[in-house]
């Protein structure tokens, strides 16, 4: 198979939640593909000019609130008029707030919503049905290792996590036939630099590995190669799925785990 097969040069992708972690790594690794790329953030400006420097080209970086469901539809406009067409679409940002579940509010609830699900139907619906105009279009959502390994405490981002996998299948069921794919990246335990404060802890890295048949945390670069391969013509024939990035978690725990050192 050619390595042009894998090229992005002359695509232009909308990385979301760009700014650190998972999202700043997908975009690096975009963009050293050959895609152009329009950086998002919400409330981290100089981590994303930081990687706009990175990248180079004269990145865009562009802000917005996606638990604001109106502000992600004027989002979509700014980014069409201003750094348009956008052939690539990683839906990245999202959050996670944990707590109990019986303390579960309605607006805890509503926030999961609106940043990790609305936000996805606005833009596909604002950007896909130019791309499938076109011929060619990529949607690669982040999807998570608990939409099939939950927890109490996650109850209802794990939830939403599964609801974006329906939804990416059910819309590109309709639009594959127009040359635009849709499909699920999830990670598993990844170390970022939201979460290396909990990494430090030895107990729960401990507790982390138990649970990973690869035997470590993961890294944001780990994901690369499978937002790369899903955004590349060499992915003409994958849509609909779920690609798991997670060691194995989602195989089982570790062999040789004991009982009580995994959840």
Same mark, same amino acid.
């Given at each position: 198979?050619?390595?042009?097969?894998?090229?992005?040069?002359?695509? +232009?992708?909308?990385?979301?939640?760009?700014?650190?972690?998972?999202?700043?790594?997908?975009?690096?690794?975009?963009?050293?593909?050959?895609?152009?790329?329009?950086?998002?953030?919400?409330?981290?400006?100089?981590?994303?000019?930081?990687?706009?420097?990175?990248?180079?080209?004269?990145? @865009?970086?562009?802000?917005?609130?996606?638990?604001?469901?109106?502000?992600?539809?004027?989002?979509?406009?700014?980014?069409?008029?201003?750094?348009?067409?956008?052939?690539?679409?990683?839906?990245?940002?999202?959050?996670?707030?944990?707590? @109990?579940?019986?303390?579960?509010?309605?607006?805890?609830?509503?926030?999961?919503?609106?940043?990790?699900?609305?936000?996805?139907?606005?833009?596909?619906?604002?950007?896909?049905?130019?791309?499938?105009?076109?011929?060619?279009?990529?949607?690669?959502?982040?999807?998570?290792?608990?939409?099939?390994? @939950?927890?109490?405490?996650?109850?209802?981002?794990?939830?939403?996590?599964?609801?974006?996998?329906?939804?990416?299948?059910?819309?590109?069921?309709?639009?594959?036939?127009?040359?635009?794919?849709?499909?699920?990246?999830?990670?598993?335990?990844?170390?970022?630099?939201?979460?290396?404060?909990?990494?430090?802890?030895?107990?729960?890295?401990?507790?982390?590995?138990?649970?990973? @048949?690869?035997? +470590?945390?993961? +890294?944001?670069?780990?994901?690369?190669?499978?937002?790369?391969?899903?955004?590349?013509?060499?992915?003409?024939?994958?849509?609909?799925?779920?690609?798991?990035?997670?060691?194995?978690?989602?195989?089982?725990?570790?062999?040789?785990?004991?009982?009580?050192?995994?959840?």
């Amino acid at each position: 198979m050619s390595a042009d097969r894998f090229s992005l040069e002359g695509k +232009r992708a909308l990385v979301t939640g760009a700014s650190s972690g998972i999202g700043r790594a997908i975009a690096l690794g975009l963009a050293e593909h050959g895609a152009g790329i329009v950086l998002h953030h919400f409330g981290d400006a100089q981590g994303a000019a930081k990687v706009a420097d990175e990248i180079g080209r004269g990145t @865009p970086v562009v802000e917005a609130d996606f638990t604001d469901t109106a502000a992600v539809s004027v989002f979509a406009d700014d980014v069409l008029a201003n750094h348009g067409p956008i052939d690539i679409l990683i839906a990245n940002a999202a959050i996670e707030r944990r707590m @109990p579940w019986q303390e579960t509010s309605l607006e805890h609830v509503a926030a999961h919503v609106a940043a990790n699900f609305t936000s996805l139907l606005m833009l596909t619906r604002r950007l896909v049905p130019a791309m499938a105009e076109r011929g060619w279009g990529r949607v690669v959502a982040t999807g998570s290792v608990m939409a099939t390994r @939950p927890r109490a405490e996650t109850v209802v981002y794990a939830s939403i996590k599964a609801a974006q996998l329906v939804a990416i299948r059910a819309i590109g069921r309709e639009v594959a036939g127009h040359g635009v794919t849709m499909n699920v990246v999830s990670p598993g335990a990844i170390e970022t630099e939201a979460t290396a404060h909990r990494y430090a802890d030895a107990a729960f890295r401990c507790a982390v590995m138990a649970k990973i @048949p690869v035997g +470590r945390q993961g +890294r944001p670069d780990d994901l690369v190669g499978a937002f790369v391969f899903l955004c590349s013509d060499a992915a003409s024939y994958v849509t609909g799925a779920d690609i798991p990035v997670d060691g194995g978690w989602t195989i089982g725990d570790a062999p040789g785990a004991l009982p009580g050192e995994t959840a």
